[in-house]
């Protein structure tokens, strides 16, 4: 059976499981002297009833399917004969691709008897763990359904456990954030741990060549693979300096505009208009970089007699600037407005100027705020990925020259890893060491950034 | 300030401030011009943005076509029986369109020649007259005179052409263009609106190229992010806003949920290949996958923006439910959530109009391939809308850059709608206590 069928079967189950549940609730209670007798409302004994049906069998199917493919694939693996078991890991894996794809496709024209056997037996499998899945899942389902309708009595607390149910429901829903979290520092922790055991933490974080071009056979030319990360770390932070400088004076001074200076009817327009620019998405400013942005500063470097590189790092770094500013004016604006009218009554009672009061008292009071809000704002331009992948360079160059082409630790992160892949090569495992940088990088710089901009909004509450 | 100034000719306070007033406004009016030009070089950017890529977009919603008098003879297609839909289906459709050419332009001889003459219609000209000819078989033998695609090339050189002023010939040479003259001079060619942009896969070639694959795909993507970050969002809001007891574990699941908030698109694309694909061994390109990783990137943005809305609902309301003896449960479900329902789905619109434009981690995960197909459900290879302008971005066919400015004002348009939606909803639904 297929799995949305048998789960649409489960739901009939428990939706039965219901109705039976609330039936024999009411049954009992007519036994007992009406539906006062019951200790919960007839819904809450279904609920409970469906519960039992449902919460069991649903578990199995999930369980089941995360994991029968694997199973199966370690199970086709041993069924193979000896010598094709004995091949390298990588052949392997692509021999037993073979397979699957000739069992998907049906097309077997050209299989060597081998794999026409493996195919067979792929499909028997396939079909047992099918077969043995929905009598499980059904099984299940029905026999726990049952347990919990034959336990329905009218004393029975089905309100007090099916709203312990509902709460544990709903922690676990909350925990699933802790999950990812955990997800992620585990999946790019190990596989960043397998790249240290083949390339020293070391040349990867001192290192200045980056070319990860591996030769995949011995005798091949051209791959060195040098995994020394400085060009990348420099070119990141190149690209997110040209994108701060664009962003911080102009982010900052519309929100300082717009709070202290505009009228409301001024602010309600210019607001919501800039941040357009921040729900645009990042393939979009990519494009604009790459065909628009990109050709113009070379024209114009062209022009002035500089040689400017079409991949230059200027472009990519202005357009992010441009997506940034929405995100600094609108974390500063929130600062700013947090200062108490009051100090600004003060300094213009004294006599300041309005720019006067802004300059030395409004903006040394949002100060920490403001940092807090540039520093996030720092942490979203070195993960950005979609306008570097497309409008700056692949080439690792170690420059601080704007006009040149630089590459991204995360346009690093998308060459290595797009496109198929096997997970025991040091240049697919760069990738998740590139990641780990980059994820220690943003998360330290978060966590700084809240907590500098949570303490401060506490200042003045 | 300092004494000696005072013993002599001693200037008044009044005296020193009106000195530097001039000064001071001209400081203040600078400030301010800061500012406004600030906000100018936002709107500025904002505008060129848009005026760039619906420039560079608008034409192709057009598609020019060329009229051709085909002669559709049994013996050159090779159908000797009408009724086989095998023979229907090999036949050669694109031999009686080269030879209606030949006969257009009688002067073109030589094989290089030749071979540019049949440039000038798409490569799937054929496809399009079998569909013609198997929804009407009758035609088979009469000369009709039937539409053809202009080829991408020539289609582009004809949209700069008909603009007048600079001509853009692209890939087109002089012979070409002449062809392309004389075929506009006795009303040949037509340009209709786009429709096949609309109604196809992805394709090599631009003119046979559309936008309905990667469509398709972005809504059912779309649609696993839904049905799984909303149910689960509030459910996490709800635990943490009504239930949670002040502890170091709670601290913790906040704490994570800020992070996870900032964290860069991409580490959630490496998570969905070491943990998705790697560790599950699910395949490559499946909505369901990119759906699941898209669902673990906005649930930090629902559960966030689904906690204010709850937070708004006022405690009275809770207490009232709770006083005339309804449970938590019950209060929850009955009165809090419903009244919390519009800042939620506000939340959640939001957050898919942000998950329909990541491009990142659907790289990671393998919804870069090229697919023709359009998906029919959730476990198809597929692309997304994002992707596919991403990987039309990187194809030297000129045709392609409308094409993908075509497909970012379509993006676009989806996103202000969803975006319009979500104000509305707060707008038309939101309450005030």
Redesign the interface.
């Known amino acids: 059976m297929e799995t949305s069928t048998l789960f649409a079967f489960l739901v009939i189950l428990m939706a039965a499981a219901f109705f039976l549940g609330r039936g024999r609730s009411l049954a009992q209670a007519q036994a007992a002297g009406g539906v006062r007798r019951l200790n919960s409302l007839p819904s809450y004994y279904g609920m409970l009833t469906l519960l039992w049906c449902g919460i069991p069998s649903l578990i199995v199917l999930s369980l089941w399917l995360v994991f029968d493919s694997v199973i199966i694939q370690q199970l086709l693996i041993q069924s193979l004969p000896a010598d094709i078991r004995a091949l390298a890991p990588a052949e392997l894996g692509l021999k037993v691709n073979t397979i699957e794809n000739m069992a998907l496709t049906g097309m077997t024209a050209g299989a060597a008897p081998y794999e026409l056997e493996a195919i067979n037996t792929l499909n028997q499998l396939r079909g047992t763990s099918n077969t043995a899945l929905t009598g499980l899942a059904l099984l299940i389902a029905a026999l726990a359904g049952f347990w919990g309708w034959s336990r329905i009595q009218p004393d029975l607390k089905a309100r007090n456990q099916v709203e312990g149910a509902f709460k544990f429901i709903l922690l676990a829903c909350s925990c699933l954030a802790i999950l990812t979290t955990v997800g992620i520092v585990l999946s790019v922790l190990f596989e960043s741990i397998r790249f240290f055991s083949m390339i020293p933490i070391t040349d990867f974080v001192f290192g200045t060549a980056w070319s990860p071009q591996m030769a995949i056979r011995e005798d091949q030319v051209g791959g060195s693979g040098a995994f020394g990360a400085i060009p990348l770390f420099v070119g990141t932070l190149l690209i997110s300096f040209i994108a701060m400088i664009v962003a911080v004076p102009a982010g900052l001074m519309s929100a300082i505009y717009l709070s202290e200076y505009a009228n409301s009817k001024v602010r309600g327009v210019v607001k919501p208009a800039l941040e357009i620019l921040a729900g645009i998405p990042t393939v979009v400013y990519g494009f604009f970089a790459a065909l628009t942005v990109a050709p113009m500063i070379r024209d114009t470097g062209t022009s002035m007699g500089l040689s400017v590189s079409s991949e230059s790092a200027l472009a990519a770094g202005l357009v992010m600037g441009i997506m940034i500013i929405p995100f600094v004016s609108s974390l500063s604006d929130d600062v700013i407005n947090a200062v108490p009218q009051s100090l600004r009554d003060g300094s213009l009672g004294l006599g300041s100027t309005q720019s006067e009061t802004i300059r030395q008292v409004v903006i040394p009071a949002a100060l920490p705020g403001i940092v807090g809000g540039i520093l996030l704002a720092v942490s979203r331009a070195i993960g950005e990925t979609m306008i570097v992948v497309m409008a700056a360079s692949l080439a690792a160059n170690l420059t601080a020259n704007p006009l040149e082409p630089v590459t991204t630790v995360t346009v690093q992160i998308v060459t290595l890893l797009v496109g198929d892949q096997e997970f025991d090569s040091p240049k697919t495992l760069a990738a998740f060491a590139l990641g780990l940088m980059l994820f220690i990088v943003t998360l330290g710089l978060n966590f700084i950034a809240l907590h500098v901009v949570k303490k401060y909004r506490e200042q003045y509450d | 300030m300092s004494s000696n100034t005072q013993s002599s000719n001693k200037p008044s306070t009044i005296d020193l401030?009106n000195k530097n007033l001039a000064k001071?406004?001209r400081?203040?009016k600078r400030?301010?011009g800061?500012?406004?030009?600030?906000?100018l070089?936002?709107?500025i950017?904002?505008v060129f943005?848009f005026t760039?890529?619906i420039g560079?977009g608008y034409t192709a919603f057009v598609q020019n076509y060329i009229q051709l008098e085909v002669q559709l003879d049994a013996d050159t297609l090779g159908i000797s029986d009408i009724n086989d839909p095998n023979q229907v289906a090999m036949a050669n459709y694109m031999g009686v369109i080269k030879r209606s050419l030949r006969e257009r332009f009688p002067e073109v001889t030589g094989r290089r020649d030749k071979r540019k003459l049949y440039a000038l219609v798409s490569n799937g000209s054929g496809f399009d007259l079998r569909k013609q000819m198997e929804a009407d078989p009758e035609i088979l033998g009469t000369t009709q005179s039937l539409w053809f695609m202009a080829d991408d090339d020539v289609d582009t050189y004809i949209k700069s052409y008909s603009k007048d002023g600079k001509v853009f010939t692209g890939r087109t040479d002089e012979m070409q263009q002449g062809w392309i003259a004389s075929l506009i001079e006795a009303d040949q060619v037509e340009s209709r609106f786009n429709t096949v942009f609309f109604q196809n896969g992805d394709s090599r070639e631009p003119e046979q190229a559309g936008i309905r694959g990667a469509i398709m795909g972005s809504l059912f993507t779309m649609l696993v992010t839904l049905l799984l970050s909303f149910?689960?969002?509030v459910?996490?809001a709800?635990?943490?806003e009504e239930?949670?007891p002040k502890n170091k574990w709670t601290d913790?699941?906040e704490v994570?949920?800020?992070?996870?908030a900032?964290?860069?698109?991409?580490?959630?694309?490496?998570?969905g290949?070491?943990?998705f694909i790697?560790?599950?061994?699910?395949p490559r390109s499946l909505p369901l996958v990119g759906g699941m990783v898209l669902t673990?990137m906005t649930?930090?943005t629902i559960?966030i923006s689904s906690r204010a809305a709850i937070k708004a609902v006022p405690p009275s309301i809770r207490e009232a439910a709770l006083g005339i003896g309804a449970?938590?449960?019950q209060m929850i479900l009955h009165h809090v959530l419903p009244l919390a329902m519009p800042g939620m789905l506000t939340g959640a619109i939001i957050g898919l109009?942000q998950a329909?434009?990541?491009?990142?981690p659907l790289?990671?995960i393998?919804m870069?391939a090229f697919i023709v197909d359009v998906p029919g459900g959730v476990t198809d290879p597929a692309t997304v809308l994002?992707?596919q302008?991403?990987l039309w971005?990187d194809s030297p066919e000129r045709a392609f850059?409308e094409r993908?400015?075509a497909a970012?004002m379509v993006?676009?348009g989806f996103?202000i709608v969803m975006?319009a939606l979500a104000v509305w909803l707060r707008k038309r639904l939101e309450r005030r206590w």
């Open positions: 401030v001071r406004y400081a203040e400030f301010r800061y500012g406004i030009a600030s906000i070089f936002g709107l950017c904002l943005l760039d890529i560079k149910p689960i969002g459910a996490a709800v635990y943490l239930y949670a913790l699941i994570n949920i800020n992070n996870l900032a964290v860069p698109s991409i580490i959630f694309g490496l998570l290949v070491a943990i790697g560790m599950f061994g699910m673990l649930l930090p559960i449970s938590k449960m109009a329909l434009g990541e491009t990142a790289l990671m393998g870069v994002p992707v302008i991403f971005s850059v993908t400015s970012i993006l676009l996103l975006n």
